[in-house]
């Protein structure tokens, strides 16, 4: 389970994600008087997909994804059969 929060922490940050940042301002009674929020774009890092890329794990398919993949590959054996 660890292991699976580091490697989801791991694709964000090579990915690159959004964030949004808030920013609160206050007079002096400890009123409440400027509200901002601002997004902002964090870039790929290089040195997170380069881990990624060593790390060599694939995405595990689910049953679903599997069967469609099979039967795909089977019309397309099946293609390449018939043209012969």
């Known amino acids: ?18 964030v949004q940042e808030k920013l609160t301002e206050y007079d002096s009674d400890g ?4 509200n901002k929020i601002t ?5 790929p890092d290089l040195s997170a997909i380069k881990m990624l ?12 994804e599997l069967a469609r993949e099979r039967d795909r590959l089977l019309s397309l054996l099946a293609e390449k059969t018939k043209k012969k």
């Open 1 to 18: 389970m660890e292991k699976e929060k580091l490697i989801k922490a791991l694709k964000k940050r090579a990915y690159g994600y959004t």
């Open 31 to 34: 009123n409440e008087i400027k």
């Open 39 to 43: 997004t902002k774009d964090v870039p």
């Open 53 to 64: 890329m060593d790390y060599g794990e694939e995405e595990e398919l689910s049953e679903e």
